[in-house]
């Protein structure tokens, strides 16, 4: 199974003429190059922002199949495996510290898979909330992730955002200079996905037209 970012597919949920009148779907999705994923912390002496893009684990262009049962999405692709080392940031210490914090050499990616997706009650409402199972230096915890959506025509702009503790994962927040730079406990990750979302047989005549 190919890696990919599951909170992404409720794309799949926004499109409302593919699921709604169906148990199961299949979607093509062509994912933007400037889509990213970013950690953000802070500490008593300054905030820090570690980033990278979604093509480090992401492929461009997938077919993805989805079910509904019960106000509950299944997704065919539903795991994401994120380099660690492949994070960068302005700030050089901030990100050596996330290196070491993470263990990045003996536990070299982050691990996140998909139990479902809670749909909302009110299908014109673009939002929905993801359960996954994070999985950090070997250690794995349950969160959900809640989802906002803009659409425009096929093309989505999905925005996921959460704030979490490290110590959910037994990590401790790192102390520098002497116990005078202190690392908050709490973390915010946050993924925007930019990408094309349609009916993976409108992709297929899209395709063939322009060939011709």
């Known amino acids: 199974m190919k890696a990919l970012f599951a909170l992404l597919l409720i794309g799949i949920l926004t499109t409302g003429a593919v699921v709604a009148q169906t148990s199961s779907a299949v979607v093509a999705v062509d ?14 002496i300054v905030n820090f922002t570690l980033t990278q893009s979604s093509e480090n684990f992401i492929q461009r262009n997938m077919i993805i199949t989805a079910s509904q049962n019960d106000k509950k999405l299944y997704l065919s692709e539903n795991r994401l ?18 290196y070491k914090l993470l263990k990045s050499d003996e536990y070299p990616t982050m691990d996140i898979q998909l139990n ?34 803009e659409k425009n025509g096929t ?32 973390i915010n990750i ?23």
Do not use: W
């Not at 909302?120 to 999985?135: H, I, S």
């Open 81 to 98: 495996i994120v380099p660690v080392k492949r994070f960068t940031s302005s700030n050089k210490m901030a990100l050596r510290d996330f």
């Open 31 to 44: 994912v933007n190059k400037n889509s990213s994923l970013s950690i953000n912390g802070s500490s008593n």
């Open 116 to 149: 479902h997706i809670d749909l909302p009650e009110n299908p014109k409402l673009a939002t929905g909330v993801a359960v996954v199972d994070v999985t950090i230096t070997g250690v794995t915890k349950k969160y959900q992730f809640p989802i906002k959506t």
């Open 155 to 186: 093309r989505y702009i999905f925005d996921i955002e959460k704030h979490i503790n490290i110590r959910d994962f037994g990590l401790e927040p790192p102390v520098q200079m002497m116990g005078m730079l202190k690392v908050d406990e709490m």
């Open 190 to 212: 946050n993924l925007k996905m930019i990408c094309n979302i349609q009916p993976a047989e409108s992709a297929q005549l899209n395709l063939s037209g322009s060939s011709e």
